[in-house]
């Protein structure tokens, strides 16, 4: 192994504004997959929202967590209520390219309480009747199981058992998924496709 020096200079987050810390932790912890979340609420008023706050935190059993901040007006976000009435989502993984990007963007847009997203995006319905993302690379079909407060946050951190994996035919259950991250603070990207390495290790 090569040795290398590399400067480093120290920086306190917390002297630093909120949109300049999320700009660093957001350019350093990157990319991240992007992923909508789709959830209805006890009317059966149906949301989807773009998420990048989502990570793998356990595989037996099969958990994720994923982070719900509130809005500008101190309102907890469409998803967590929705989430706390019903316990169940679905969690769509995007494909890489402009037309999965467009589905982000037009997700992203805030909507008054009770108007719904998916309004603004194609989908299909399913044997229920439920508004579907059929284009989408995968869907978890997940059920949340915990919740806690994030300490001095204004968000809560969720934990969501993934109860049931929706993936293509032809999917082999080894070969890492091409999908839409986030890259930076706002750019989105395909995953990863340069250098790469395979490391073997102990599953913990």
């Known amino acids: ?5 590399v400067l480093f200079r120290s920086t306190d987050l917390a002297t630093l504004a909120h949109q300049e810390r999320a700009a660093l932790l957001n350019a350093i912890l990157s990319p991240r997959p992007l992923v909508l979340v789709a959830t209805s609420d006890p009317h059966g008023n149906a ?7 989502m990570a793998v935190v356990s595989n037996s059993p099969p958990l994720l967590t994923m982070s719900l901040s509130v809005d500008r007006n101190g309102r907890a976000r469409d998803t967590l209520l929705n ?5 169940r989502a679905s969690v769509y993984v995007l494909l890489p ?4 990007a467009a589905l982000v963007h037009a997700t992203a847009t805030p909507l008054p309480h009770g108007q719904s997203e998916w309004d603004l995006i194609p989908h299909e319905r399913d044997e229920h009747g439920q508004p ?7 869907r978890f079909d997940v059920e949340m199981v915990d919740e806690h407060a994030l300490p001095d946050a204004v968000a809560t951190l969720v934990v969501l058992k993934v109860l049931d994996a929706i993936l293509p035919a032809a999917y082999d259950g080894e070969a890492a998924f091409h ?3 986030q890259h930076g ?3 989105l990207m395909a995953s990863p496709t340069g250098w790469a390495q395979t490391v073997h290790h102990e599953s913990s």
């Open 1 to 5: 192994l090569e040795f290398r020096r």
């Open 47 to 53: 949301n989807i929202a773009p998420m990048t706050s």
């Open 83 to 87: 989430l706390r009435s019903s316990r």
């Open 97 to 100: 390219g402009p037309d999965d």
């Open 132 to 138: 579907t993302l059929s284009q989408a690379a995968a």
């Open 179 to 181: 999908l839409l991250c």
């Open 185 to 187: 603070q706002d750019r």
